[in-house]
């Protein structure tokens, strides 16, 4: 007796699968900043690994979008502005941490 395994994928599937990715990826990225904050802040450790990941994760999701030109028309500005802000906060912590831990 042979049965007929066929899978049909049609819209429905796709965006069902293509929402499981997202909240997936959604739940690592949360679980990965808590375990920076828990690592930094209670066990006193470097966390740069860990948030490197997250950065990268959104990074790679920007770039296949940008190839396939599914980002909205001005991304590209706003990122660049985000990108600008959060060097200048940046810049500020780490000035305040020097200053700090130089006495």
């Given at each position: 007796?042979?049965?007929?395994?066929?899978?049909?994928?049609?819209?429905?599937t796709?965006?069902?699968?293509?929402?499981?990715y997202?909240?997936?990826?959604?739940f690592?990225?949360?679980?990965?900043?808590?375990?920076?904050?828990?690592?930094?802040?209670v066990?006193?450790?470097?966390?740069?690994?860990?948030?490197?990941?997250?950065?990268v994760?959104?990074?790679v999701?920007?770039?296949?979008?940008?190839?396939?030109?599914t980002?909205?028309?001005?991304?590209?500005?706003?990122?660049t502005?985000?990108?600008?802000?959060?060097?200048?906060?940046?810049?500020?912590?780490?000035?305040?941490?020097?200053?700090?831990?130089?006495?």
């Amino acid at each position: 007796m042979s049965i007929d395994f066929s899978a049909e994928r049609d819209e429905r599937t796709m965006a069902v699968e293509n929402t499981s990715y997202k909240w997936a990826y959604t739940f690592l990225t949360y679980a990965l900043l808590i375990d920076v904050i828990y690592r930094g802040w209670v066990r006193d450790e470097a966390t740069w690994d860990l948030l490197a990941l997250v950065i990268v994760g959104g990074a790679v999701s920007a770039v296949y979008q940008a190839r396939h030109k599914t980002l909205p028309r001005f991304w590209a500005n706003k990122a660049t502005l985000i990108g600008c802000v959060a060097g200048m906060i940046m810049g500020v912590v780490a000035a305040i941490v020097l200053s700090w831990a130089r006495g």
